[in-house]
């Protein structure tokens, strides 16, 4: 069976041997198939979409046309009024929304679509990741496909080990969905899996040749890339933290710039300019010496403060924000200790 998959913002057709060969005795399926048809035109929202014309279209009742709807508004995941709504259907929130097509909204292949949306809005909420690993165990096929596709794509490198577990299954359509969703993440470590597997399974026609395609399908389709480089070692550190913990896949490259899919450039430009803001609001102290460095490093990580070591020409600088004059005086009256203490060795 041929499938259009539609995960994250971009369409990914895939083929899926999950079934094996087509059983003619088998009864056809009642279920629409989520799929490019005529339904997408409608359901793929238009860059100026408002929240409010979200709502009217999570009234409609196919489930076909709401996973599509919701896979695709990942590319509206900067508008918190669209996020909220898409936040209160995954709460099941109906006293504010009783017009909603609920009956259908609850189903667990539209909550796929909710969970993987709302993944890349809210990377910092777990939650959605955790439906869909537990999605995959779901009997249905359709469900736990999209969510092992969702996963390769909004899971991070914590989804690895499973996808590669899932890639080796006797189950085909896991199998399957797994290894495409290997090489969709564009990860040196995927593909370091997915080279691991195919020489494993080079005797497995089924399994090499769905490894050869899904390499050769996104190794030929390329994501198109932003780069961005900084001359202070501590914001480079600082950005390539935040960027893992917001799940946006990166790569640093032979120059020293930082490679990520352009279509996380606002994301990456918020994550800049929260950096940039919190290192320009503080305060920076000079430190004779990497002990002196170390200990009062030691000591602002002990108050859960957010510090970084700049260098520069005339030594090394510990940047950092107190919350309070207080606090200021306090930290400097213990580093003015540690100084006294370490000169009268």
């Known amino acids: 069976m041929t499938s259009r998959l539609y995960v994250g913002c971009a369409a990914v057709a895939v083929l899926l041997c999950s079934c094996g060969e087509h059983d003619a005795s088998a009864p056809p399926s009642p279920r ?38 919701i896979s695709m508004l990942v590319t509206r995941r900067e508008d918190i009024e669209i996020v909220t709504l898409l936040e209160d259907v995954w709460k099941g929130d109906r006293s504010s929304h009783p017009d909603l097509a609920w009956s259908t909204l609850d189903r667990p292949i539209v909550r796929v679509a909710l969970a993987q949306t709302l993944a890349r809005a809210r990377p910092e909420n777990g939650e959605y990741r955790g439906f869909l690993l537990q999605a995959i165990s779901s009997d249905d096929r359709l469900v736990h496909t999209h969510a092992i596709l969702a996963l390769g794509l909004h899971g991070g490198e914590a989804v690895i080990p499973t996808l590669e577990k899932l890639a080796r299954s006797d189950d085909q359509s896991r199998s399957s969905a797994a290894i495409t969703s290997l090489a969709a993440m564009g990860r040196s470590s995927a593909n370091a899996v997915l080279a691991r597997l195919g020489k494993e399974f080079a005797a497995d026609p089924s399994k090499s040749k769905a490894i050869e395609a899904a390499l050769a399908q996104f190794r030929d389709n390329p994501q198109p890339e932003n780069a961005l480089k900084d001359s202070r070692p501590e914001f480079m550190q600082e950005l390539k933290a935040r960027l893992t913990a917001s799940n946006i896949r990166y790569r640093e490259d032979a120059e020293g710039f930082i ?23 503080g305060i920076a102290w000079k430190v004779d010496g990497p002990a002196e460095r170390d200990y009062l490093s030691a000591l602002l990580t002990s108050m859960g403060r957010k510090h970084w070591v700049q260098p520069r020409a005339d030594g090394e600088w510990v940047l950092w924000n ?3 004059e207080a606090e200021k005086r306090e930290v400097q009256l213990k580093l003015a200790r540690f100084r006294h203490k370490a000169g009268n060795r």
């Open 259 to 281: 490679r990520f899919p352009s279509e996380h450039a606002a994301a990456v430009d918020r994550i800049k300019q929260r950096i940039e803001a919190e290192m320009s609001s």
């Open 32 to 69: 629409p198939q989520l799929r490019q048809s005529e339904t997408v035109a409608a359901s793929h929202p238009d860059p100026a979409i408002t929240a409010a014309e979200v709502k009217l279209r999570l009234r409609e009742p196919r489930e076909d046309y709401l996973f599509n709807t």
């Open 322 to 324: 107190p919350l309070s």
